[in-house]
C-alpha cells in the first residue's frame, strides 16, 4: 500500500538522500517541506501517514528561529496523533526536546563526524541487527527522554551514550544519519570538510573506507526498517 510521508528538511539544498530513495523503492510517495526557509507546514498533516524530521547544522536549542519553533510544534501534534514519526539527528534531538529531555553539546566540545561504533541493546537489538557502525556528523547529543525505551548507545567512554530510543509504537528517533548516501557524503565533505579538525571527528579515511565497509549494510537495513516503521512493527 502506497503512502504518504512528510519530510521535513532545514537547508535550501538539503535533500532526502537514501530515505527518498527506499520510500520510492517501497512504491511511497515523499513530500519535502522546509519550515526553516519560510515554507508553511501543510495544514492537514493528517493526511500524511509518516513523517521524517531530517538532520542539519542548526541546534535543537535554536529558539530564535522561528522554523524550530514550527517544528517543535508540528512534531508535537503529530505525536498526539499518534502515527510513525522518525527523528534523525536533529529531529532526534528536536523530539528529544518535545518529550522534556535536554538537547546539549559535549563538555569537552567534542563532535562524532564519520563512522562509529553502535551498540544495540533491548529491543534495539532486534532492530538494527547487523549494524556495528553508522555514520555520524553532530556536535550536540540528548539525553533519553522520559518514558522512551533506550535502542541503541555509543561506544564504552564513548562521546555521545544515546544513539537510538522509541517511544510507543512509532516515535523512533537515531543520532545517526541512515539518509547518508555516497554523494551526500561528499558534498558534507566538500561543504563542512573543516568540521573534520574538531576534536573527536574521525579522518578522511574513516569517512571514504566506510563506504566500502559499513554504507551497504546501512543501506539495506534502512530499506528494510522503513517498511517495518511504517508497518508500526519496529
Not at 35 to 62: E, H, K, T, Y
Not at 71 to 85: A, G, K
Request: glycine residues 10%.
Amino acid at each position: 500500500m502506497s503512502r504518504r510521508i512528510l519530510c521535513v528538511l532545514h537547508q535550501a539544498h538539503s535533500t532526502t538522500g537514501q530515505v527518498g530513495i527506499a520510500l520510492r523503492q517501497l512504491g511511497h510517495h515523499a513530500q519535502i517541506v522546509r519550515p526553516l526557509i519560510g515554507q508553511r507546514i501543510p495544514r492537514q498533516i493528517d493526511r500524511f501517514d509518516g513523517l521524517i524530521v531530517f538532520g542539519g547544522p542548526m541546534s535543537a536549542n535554536d529558539d530564535h528561529l522561528p522554523g524550530i519553533r514550527t517544528e517543535l510544534q508540528l512534531i508535537e501534534r503529530w505525536m498526539r496523533i499518534d502515527r510513525p514519526v522518525w527523528g534523525i539527528c536533529l529531529g532526534a534531538q528536536l523530539m528529544a526536546r518535545v518529550l522534556g529531555a535536554s538537547v546539549y553539546t559535549h563538555p569537552d566540545d567534542q563532535v562524532e563526524i564519520g563512522w562509529y561504533p553502535m551498540h544495540p541493546v533491548g529491543r534495539g537489538k532486534r532492530i538494527f541487527g547487523p549494524l556495528t557502525h553508522v555514520y555520524q556528523w553532530h556536535r550536540e547529543g540528548f539525553e533519553l527522554p522520559h518514558g522512551a525505551i533506550r535502542l541503541a548507545s555509543g561506544v564504552v567512554g564513548g562521546l555521545f551514550r544515546e544513539q537510538a530510543y522509541l517511544v510507543g509504537q512509532h516515535a523512533f528517533a537515531t543520532q545517526f544519519h541512515p539518509e547518508m548516501h555516497p554523494k551526500m557524503m561528499n558534498r558534507w565533505l566538500t561543504r563542512a570538510g573543516h568540521m573534520l579538525d574538531l576534536p573527536g571527528a574521525m579522518d578522511i579515511d574513516n569517512h571514504r573506507g566506510g563506504m566500502t565497509r559499513y554504507y551497504p549494510k546501512q543501506s539495506q537495513w534502512l530499506k528494510r526498517t522503513l517498511d517495518r516503521w511504517l508497518s508500526s512493527n519496529l
